[in-house]
């Protein structure tokens, strides 16, 4: 085709540009293939130049051509400062969680987010929320040891437990471990933490104790049930002579308590509370040795307030079905709720209990918790040996 002049090129679009605006869809490319024939325009140029839409570089550079973005720099800013106040949870969890906190948020006048902007934070998806949250998400690879040490002696009174055997649709089936607070060396007297999680409802409460004495361990059990929302109705434990012994068995008896234990080395036995002793003690304590009345003071006052965080605010994922074909399982997931959640649509709790827990919700500062918290944390650095 030969080279058409400038002059030649406008006035060809000039003859098409008005029959162009008016066509439809179909005639529209039909006068695209002809002006792109007779100009040697590519069929982009051609049609840009044909509506009338400016063609220059600076224009090319600024114009959008996908669909407008919907979460904008006030929406993205507001959503990290919400997921820190979440505990930097995955999107899934925090999308189930984004109502509860920002009306508590709101509600105590944490933050003064646009009208806009909460309408968009209660509505983003999960995939959005992970995306948006990419580039401030920070992993830790933290490694620590085992201390439990068997008991034996009532091995064969108290029976295994094989993941799945409770009917844990019933809150108060639960499974307890602990955590050592010992840094590099297991030797001398060191703190742990007692961990209890409810199977049913997620609902976790952690205790430091002393060191690993039977006395402790049992007194903070005691205590656990006592500020719980519910009652124990089975105990399932490793086979740490903490847990493994006359006192703990005696009691569970009389009480009508089921008592199971997993099989020693088989940790997903007891995955419930395996899976809290890494996002509530090991992601929030760490790994370093605490000794001592002072430091155990301050760790429970620490877990006083991570109990109202986790428990009325994070959601947590729970195993609906599972299935096996072959050697592929399949796992799907109800939708993340929290504890708090979980036990007021439970009807196996009373309705008092469930007043209450709703009363203790509405006078929930999330932010202030994480404030105190941090304050707590700051000064159990100063205690770590």
Request: hydrophobic letters at 35%.
């Amino acid at each position: 085709m030969a080279k058409v002049s400038m002059k030649t090129r406008q006035e060809i679009i000039n003859r098409h540009k008005e029959r162009y605006k008016k066509a439809t869809k179909k005639q529209k490319g039909e006068i695209l293939t002809s002006v792109c024939m007779d100009t040697g325009l590519s069929r982009d140029r051609a049609a840009r130049l044909l509506s009338g839409k400016r063609t220059t570089k600076k224009r090319l550079e600024k114009e959008n051509r996908g669909r407008r973005a919907v979460y904008d720099k006030a929406t993205a800013g507001a959503l990290k400062e919400v997921w820190a106040y979440a505990d930097l949870i995955c999107g899934k969890r925090l999308a189930c969680a984004m109502q509860d906190l920002l009306d508590a948020l709101v509600r105590f006048g944490e933050v003064d987010y646009s009208e806009d902007v909460i309408k968009k934070l209660k509505r983003v998806s999960a995939a959005t929320i992970d995306r948006l949250l990419k580039n401030e998400r920070a992993r830790l690879q933290l490694k620590g040891r085992s201390t439990t040490k068997p008991g034996t002696l009532l091995k064969k009174n108290i029976p295994l437990r094989l993941g799945t055997e409770w009917d844990d649709a019933k809150p108060g089936f639960v499974e307890v471990d602990l955590v050592a607070h010992c840094g590099d060396t297991t030797a001398g007297e060191y703190i742990n933490t007692l961990v209890v999680t409810d199977i049913s409802s997620g609902w976790t409460e952690p205790m430091a104790v002393l060191n690993k004495a039977q006395r402790f361990v049992f007194a903070a059990l005691m205590e656990i049930e006592a500020r719980q929302p519910f009652e124990y109705r089975g105990i399932d434990s490793d086979n740490g002579s903490e847990f493994i012994n006359d006192h703990l068995y005696r009691y569970c008896k009389q009480e009508n308590i089921v008592f199971t234990r997993t099989r020693p080395y088989q940790k997903n036995d007891n995955c419930h509370v395996e899976q809290k002793n890494w996002t509530w003690v090991r992601q929030n304590i760490g790994y370093g040795r605490y000794e001592g009345q002072g430091a155990l003071a301050l760790l429970n006052e620490y877990y006083a307030l991570l109990r109202l965080h986790v428990n009325f605010f994070l959601p947590s994922t729970k195993l609906a079905k599972k299935t096996r074909d072959g050697a592929q399982v399949r796992k799907s997931y109800e939708t993340p709720m929290t504890p708090y959640r979980r036990l007021l649509r439970s009807d196996e709790i009373l309705e008092e209990a469930k007043e209450e827990l709703s009363a203790i919700f509405l006078s929930l500062n999330p932010a202030k918790l994480k404030r105190d918290m941090m304050e707590l944390l700051n000064m159990l650095e100063k205690l770590r040996i």
